[in-house]
Every structure is written in structure tokens, then in C-alpha cells.
Nanobody, 123 residues
Framework: QVQLVESGGGLVQAGGSLRLSCAAS????????MGWFRQAPGKEREFVAA????????YYADSVKGRFTISRDNAKNTVYLQMDSLKPEDTAVYYC????????????????WGQGTQVTVSS
């Protein structure tokens, strides 16, 4: 069974930065495609970013492109989301997700989910 645990959320002023981490259990982490999603109060969960198993390919939602960077360290079983130039509209619970099923990075279906970490951006 795969477990994903997010960390790094918090309160930051607009224009600031945060780095989220997602630690994964399991020996086959390096075979998982990984993604980040977020859900703001009263809104549906939305896709943020995805990264291939090797880290060689990434894909971003238009709303975060140029501000957020997804990366991974397979030796540490960890995926990261570096968030820069944060805006109040980035406020949400951020979720890490993983899958072993081979799909296009644009496919937002994932098999495993973390519990989420809160990110709050003040204006």
C-alpha cells in the first residue's frame, strides 16, 4: 500500500514563497507519476502540476505556470512543489497524488492521495 504525506504548508504574504513536500512510502516510488492538486473552500479540487516517473517531463495548470515548479528526488521518495509569487487565490488545501498506471501527464486520474496541507496566502 502506498502512503503519501504532505508537509510544508503555512501562512505566507502575497508575493512570498513556500515549498511543499510529499513523502511517499513504498519501494517503487520511482515508477510513479506524481501530481499536485488543490481545493479552495467551496470549490472543486483542481489540478496544479504533474511530473513523470523520471522527472524528465512536467505539466502545469495555466494558473500556476511560471510561478510553481514541481520536482522529485527518487532517492528520497519525495516530490516537491516550489511555489513562488504566491497570490491570495492560491489559498487552498494542497494534495499530493501518485499513480503507477501509465497515462499522459495531462490525465488527472490518480490512484493514491495524501491528506493535504493547508496553504494560506494573505493580501
Amino acid at each position: 500500500q502506498v502512503q503519501l504525506v504532505e508537509s510544508g504548508g503555512g501562512l505566507v504574504q502575497a508575493g512570498g514563497s513556500l515549498r511543499l513536500s510529499c513523502a511517499a512510502s513504498g519501494r517503487t516510488f520511482s515508477s510513479y507519476a506524481m501530481g499536485w492538486f488543490r481545493q479552495a473552500p467551496g470549490k472543486e479540487r483542481e489540478f496544479v502540476a504533474a511530473i513523470s516517473w523520471s522527472g524528465g517531463r512536467t505539466y502545469y495548470a495555466d494558473s500556476v505556470k511560471g510561478r510553481f515548479t514541481i520536482s522529485r528526488d527518487n532517492a528520497k521518495n519525495t516530490v516537491y512543489l516550489q511555489m513562488d509569487s504566491l497570490k491570495p487565490e492560491d489559498t487552498a488545501v494542497y494534495y499530493c497524488a501518485g499513480r503507477t498506471t501509465i497515462r499522459a501527464l495531462t490525465d488527472t486520474r490518480y490512484e493514491y492521495w495524501g491528506q493535504g496541507t493547508q496553504v494560506t496566502v494573505s493580501s
